[in-house]
């Protein structure tokens, strides 16, 4: 079944930096768009990034210029690099995956990998 495993998370600085991995399985990631989400406690999950079948990327306003998006098709993994990092950037971070841009998220979600941002 369609399975995500979020890793890398973990407590950083102001400033700092962290690169997230989700490693997907159960559905043919190469055709997917694949996205990062994250959910900040009392908050609803938000969409923080994309990644589209032919490598374009797409990021919120509040992260644009500070996170990278990329895929390894082969390795059906999707990873977040994260710069510059906020306080406002603590939350839970998942990854899921879409058939079309209008498509529903196809996976249940996994259990997302927690950053702090905290001195």
């Known amino acids: 079944q369609v399975q995500f495993v979020e890793s890398g998370g973990g407590l950083v600085q102001p400033g700092g930096s962290l690169n997230l991995s989700c490693r997907a399985s159960?559905?043919?990631?190469?055709?997917?768009?694949i996205d990062w989400y994250r959910q900040a406690p009392g908050k609803q999950r938000e969409l923080v990034a994309s990644?589209?079948?032919?490598?374009?990327?797409d990021y919120a306003d509040s992260v644009k210029g500070r996170f990278t998006i990329s895929r390894d098709n082969a390795k059906m993994t999707v990873y977040l690099q994260m710069h510059s990092l906020k306080p406002e950037d603590t939350a839970v971070y998942y990854c899921?995956?879409?058939?079309?841009?209008?498509?529903?998220?196809?996976?249940?979600w996994g259990q997302g990998t927690p950053v702090t941002v905290s001195s």
């Open positions: 899921n995956a879409r058939y079309t841009s209008t498509s529903p998220n196809i996976g249940v």
């Open positions: 159960g559905f043919r990631f190469s055709q997917f768009i």
């Open positions: 990644i589209a079948v032919r490598g374009s990327t």
